[in-house]
């Protein structure tokens, strides 16, 4: 089954506008991790959510996690040129740490 | 900030060839990993590694692959005979339990 589902797939927003990142799942997890990644480079974490958690701030960074529905959003407030990047949700269950990621959301702010 | 580094960070070499990608976690981790992720896909798990032996590991990771963890520093992914489909980037991770974080990458590329 496919783990960490991202919509949109691609979004394009002026600098200053919040951005949203939404995230499915379909089985139990222990936690969501968000992450970072600009063109070509390595995962930057952001913030990880655990299940038993339901929202979480860092910054301009907020995320929300409805285990009910098996979702998570990240938002991205006041957005600035340098917050473009790919972004990927991951979720980890089981003893090892596992991580399953999604195909990510492609994020462009325009200056 | 201890971050987690890699080498080389561009590897070329012939299908058929050994390649051992070296990585150097951060040290108080117990938990290590690698993922890969070909051009334009998703970030996939290939291994994790707890108490000196492979706690997981994915379909991908047959036996073609293999890590170790030679010293109290380092952790190597060696692919014994490589495969045009083997070209990726290559990340390693490290955990203290929980977040993982990731090095910034080694690209794999197979002619």
């Known amino acids: 089954s496919q783990q960490g589902e991202e919509d949109p797939q691609a979004l394009s927003i002026q600098e200053g506008e919040n951005a949203t990142m939404n995230c499915s799942y379909k089985?139990?997890?222990?936690?969501l991790q968000w992450y970072r990644q600009n063109s070509g480079r390595g995962l930057v974490h952001l913030i990880l959510?655990?299940?038993?958690?339901r929202e979480k701030h860092s910054g301009r960074l907020r995320v929300t996690l409805d285990t009910s529905k098996k979702s998570s959003s990240l938002l991205i407030t006041a957005s600035r040129a340098a917050d473009t990047a790919s972004y990927f949700c991951?979720?980890?269950?089981?003893?090892?740490?596992?991580?399953?990621f999604g195909q990510g959301t492609t994020l462009q702010v325009k200056p | 900030e201890p971050e987690v580094t890699q080498t080389p960070s561009h590897q070329v070499t012939q299908m058929g060839q050994e390649v051992i990608l070296r990585c150097v976690p951060i040290s108080n981790h117990l938990y290590f990993y690698w993922y890969r992720q070909i051009l334009g896909q998703k970030v996939e798990f290939l291994v994790s590694?707890?108490?000196?032996?492979?706690?997981?590991k994915s379909e991908i990771f047959d036996d073609q692959f293999s890590v170790e963890r030679p010293d109290g520093s380092n952790f190597t992914l060696k692919i014994r005979s490589t495969k045009l489909e083997d070209s990726a980037m290559y990340f390693c991770?490290?955990?203290?339990?929980?977040?993982?974080?990731f090095g910034p990458g080694t690209r794999l590329t197979v002619l």
């Open positions: 991951a979720t980890a269950r089981g003893n090892t740490g596992k991580l399953i």
């Open positions: 089985t139990s997890i222990n936690n």
């Open positions: 590694f707890y108490n000196n032996e492979i706690s997981e």
């Open positions: 959510i655990r299940s038993n958690e």
């Open positions: 991770a490290s955990s203290a339990g929980t977040s993982q974080f």
